[in-house]
């Protein structure tokens, strides 16, 4: 009886824990809203503080992203596919160079299509300022460039002896 007592204790205390949990993760969302302004978070939350969005920019911004958004998930959806394909590969007994290739090229014209989708999220952006947002912007996007340019910065791989080569093809 003692057993099963403390099973019981501890199930209801495991309830009203998860109770909590969703109250305040899915519901907790909903009542903390005080207007009927969009939630902003990272990027967007960024971009409207630094450019100083007033409510119907903000708003306009919102409908971009979840556009952008849903897109962006789309093309990154078929990357990932192709990538798989791509990799399948690697076990099959016959390699099959134009296979490869093939799938490489899709990848290829995948990440162009994702980054001329980027481009025009950013000029959708750009519409939405005055012309001092503009600046601002810009020097934002600038910035953000730079930066990804010295994060993407990796010493080369090799040998130790200052030759670099990649894997011998068979």
Request: some cysteine.
């Amino acid at each position: 009886m003692k057993k099963n007592l403390l099973l019981y204790i501890l199930l209801v205390f495991l309830i009203v824990v998860n109770g909590f949990f969703l109250f305040n993760y899915i519901g907790g969302s909903n009542a903390t809203e005080s207007s009927d302004r969009p939630e902003h978070r990272g990027p967007v939350n960024f971009i409207i503080k630094e450019l100083n969005f007033n409510e119907d920019q903000m708003f306009q911004l919102e409908d971009l992203n979840r556009e952008h958004h849903h897109r962006m998930r789309g093309i990154g959806g078929e990357i990932k596919q192709l990538k798989e394909a791509l990799f399948n590969q690697i076990s099959d007994k016959s390699l099959n160079e134009n296979i490869i290739d093939s799938i490489t090229s899709l990848i290829g014209e995948k990440v162009k299509e994702r980054d001329i989708e980027i481009f025009y999220h950013l000029k959708g952006i750009e519409v939405l300022c005055n012309d001092q947002q503009k600046e601002k912007f810009k020097k934002i996007i600038n910035e953000a460039l730079h930066k990804e340019g010295r994060k993407q910065q990796r010493p080369p791989l090799g040998r130790g002896d200052g030759e670099h080569r990649p894997p011998p093809r068979h």
